[in-house]
């Protein structure tokens, strides 16, 4: 059990913290600080119907326990928000203690995607710090019998200025608890001049454990008395068991059984997918009984999906008139009357693709009592509370989640079938059970980024600019998952890079037609902007050349003058921020790519043979963000990136070492969806398997160097995990066409047939 | 029964001698640090030291490491942070962290044969070892970093 202890995390804090600590809970909805006062605050948050949503305990010896609620893959965002917390309650970093959050709507909003932790939880977090400070100060005054507003703090200690005293956080953790908590009006933040950590930035809280194999990840959870199991999915998305033949499973050294579980009912959304699991003493004997299984499938109606006639389809779909999700001027009208030697088509392609983050699925799960405690590698602890309360017919509290550290997400982590399958499994056989998926069921049963086909015509003025410009998207949406029978791109997936296509063009018609999902979507590294910024920014590359002026020139001309985009007509959902606090400035895009510009030395970067330079310029998830990047190309058609440049506009950046990180991360991620990120089907089988069909970028192939340069800006926070992805991809692939004139409008290269 | 040698503890085992030495350390001996990724080397999240050699453990089967001397992440650094760890977490390398114990192996076993490599030196050696959160360059730089302090 004592492996189990580092991540179970239920009892810890109240283990820890005794009642006469300082405990606060802080609300999802800051009013609440007008609310009844929060005394020994555990308790109340415990009782509280409104979700609070960060702890701050501070012990009589100093220590500082921070919670993390949001979940940490790779972004060091279970060290980033906390570091805000910590900045306004002015505490000693290095006696910070950050502690695990199990899921559990008192926090809010716990699904660790969309690059919005920081944005959204920045201001709640600086209150409850700002408020557990503020009641520090009035324990000291109080000592000391001296009006709080002579008192300060400093470092983790109050400090009266005119008689020179001073108490430590610690001495006033009893006292500070009889405080009542001050109301939002009465909170001094700091001043950004004031700030200690708040876009200085540390490193990972977790850092040195993750360089020394200590760091516990979902993979390395351990329970007393548990069995391990792997489990035969349907080939077909949608299929199901036929018969089993398990005779010669059984006979595999350390197999104890197989267990048949339930296909889902539609719609899919994070159901276990069904199948048969087979229960083992050790992992390894799981995966060899698995191999030993003779299963026949009934597939469905899947069974005819063939992914290259889709692609056709796709495609005819894209060229036919569809919806229309806005609308300037009268593009088609515009398009009609201009005459063909000026009328410019493509048509861009993104098949499907995994995420096959490096940790496979696993979860470990125990049903006992009517209750289930699990430990699992989630992004999203809430929805495991939700899909196993519904698989299993409990309350959705009597559901422990514990988030354990992830071997990185990327989205794929927010769907957690494959906890809810170790949960079934747990209660039929009543003990606690691991599934371990195989890379092979990660490759084979993601919830894929969706494939797209992309049609666009443009109609050019004697420069070259266009005076119309018609783009039309295809795709699965991921809310098929939800509603089997949604076909058309969802408002919130349309709006990343699409509608909010930037351009400053009289005739403009951004359109979006229908497809059928065969297999399930899902949210991908920066999702739909994936392909929205391939085609965009690719074909507008094409138009610079066509009109043989700078590309980077080009661009600024298109984005046209600063202006702030107005949606007011439009549904537009912005990453679901507030327009007004987050409005789309096309100056930002202009400035960053101004310095991306600059910094990458392009006016004096001549593109020659087997050597190019490409540029791109998006928006996403509130961050604007252009790249530049480098290729060299061999005769044999091998493609090396010595060098990228990236200039980002995030608004006010917590941690700027950590964000420079995964924007060098964004770019390896961007080079594996161009190089070869592909997932094909036949006969609704997934083609692909491992890391050998499905390869993903290695240290010979990824960039060799990335430098990100990060706009000073005191706008509100945005993201930052996903926002560099898209235009990466762009500018690599117009790098390519600057070295080679070949074009990429077909994603990946390895089987554009462009090279070798 | 196989005899096998694991961060100089000697071991029995009597279960299935085809059984990887991935699974006999993780699931068997609970020496966590060392991770699954793929199961056919691929990946290198699995990488330790067969006397002082790295190999891929998912690929290995125990009986075929019973006369070695194995090493894992976890006895790297016992008596203090090793080089490359140390340059690890100057150059704040990990993100998600899952495949650094096997590329900490792998780059600790580069710089046992070549002590100063090359650029192309580094990739070559570490290409068998994937990151898919992208920290390459930061690799690249520990490495050179570790080098350098002439580990």
Known sequence: MSQIENVSRRGFLKGILGTSALVLGARYVP?????????????????????????????????????????????????????????????D??????????????????????????????????????????????????QWNVPASECSTELHTVVHTKSGRKLSYGALA??????????????????????????????????????????????????????????????????????????DALKVTGVHQTV????????????????????????WAAFQGRKKLKINWENGPNESYDSAEYKKELQDTARKPAKVVRSVGDANSALVSAP?????????????????????????????DGKVTVWAPTQNPQAVQAIISSELGIPKENVICNVTLLGGGFGRKSKPDYVAEAAVLSKKLGRPVKVVWTREDDVKFDYYNAVAGMYFKAAVDAQGKPTAWLQRSVFPPITSIFDASAIYGDPPHLAQGWTDMPYDLPNISIENGPAKAHVRIGWLRSVANIYHGFGVQCFTDELAHRAQRDPAEYLLDLIGQPRTLD?????????????????????????????????????????????GFGIAAHRSFLTYVATVVEVEINDQGEIRIPRVDTALDAGLVVNPEITRAQFEGAAVFGTSIVRSGEITAKNGVIQQSNFNDYPVARINEAP????????????PPAGVGEPGVPPFVAAFCNAIFAATGKRVRNLPLSSSGLFG | MVKINVNGVDHTFDGDPNMPLLWYLRDILGLTGTKFGCGMALCGACTVHNNGVAIRSCITPVSAAANGKIRTIEDIGVNGLHPLQQAWIEGNVPQCGYCQSG??????????????????????????????????QRIRQAIKMAAEKNV
């Open chain 1, 31 to 91: 009013a609440i600080f007008s609310a009844a006062p929060l005394r020994n605050g555990m308790t109340d948050a415990d009782r509280a119907t409104f979700h609070p949503n960060v702890f701050v305990g501070i012990q009589p010896d100093g220590t500082t326990y921070i919670v993390a609620h949001r979940s940490e893959m790779g972004t060091a965002i279970r060290t980033s928000l906390p570091l805000v917390l910590a900045d306004e309650l002015d505490a």
């Open chain 1, 93 to 142: 970093w290095t006696r910070v203690k950050i502690d695990q959050a199990i899921g559990d709507p008192r926090y809010g909003d716990q699904n660790t995607d969309g690059s919005h932790s920081i944005r959204s939880f920045f201001d709640i977090v600086r209150e409850c710090g700002a408020s557990a400070r503020w009641m520090l100060i009035q324990a000291a005054a109080q």
């Open chain 1, 174 to 247: 009893s006292s500070a608890a009889k405080i009542e908590v001050p109301k939002k009006e009465q909170l001094q933040l700091k001043k950004p001049a004031q700030w200690r950590y708040i876009g200085k930035g540390v490193t990972s809280y977790d850092l040195e454990k993750l360089c020394t194999g200590k760091a516990m990840y979902g993979m390395d959870a351990r329970l007393d008395g548990m069995v391990y199991a792997s489990i035969e999915h349907p080939p077909v998305f949608g299929g199901k068991i036929k018969s089993v033949d398990d005779q």
């Open chain 1, 260 to 283: 048949s579980i339930d296909p889902f009912k539609p719609p899919a959304a994070f159901q276990p997918l069904g199948g048969v699991a087979v229960i083992a003493d050790n992992t």
């Open chain 1, 340 to 368: 063909a030697s000026n009328m410019v088509e493509a048509e861009y392609y993104v098949p499907l693709l995994a995420h096959a983050p490096m940790e496979p699925m696993v979860a470990l799960a125990e049903f006992k």
């Open chain 1, 567 to 611: 949606f007011a007509h439009v549904e537009y959902p912005n990453y679901g921020a507030d327009y007004k606090t987050y409005p789309w400035e096309t100056g930002r895009l202009r400035h960053v790519t101004d310095l991306v510009v600059e910094k990458s030395g392009w006016a004096n970067k001549k593109s020659t043979k087997g050597h």
């Open chain 1, 704 to 715: 060799q160097q990335t430098n990100v340069y990060i706009v000073d800006s005191s706008a």
């Open chain 2, 103 to 136: 590329q900490i192996m792998q780059a600790i076993s580069l710089l046992k044969s070549n002590p100063h490599p090359t650029d192309q030196q580094i990739d070559e050696a570490m290409a068998g070892n994937i990151c898919r959160c992208g920290t390459y």
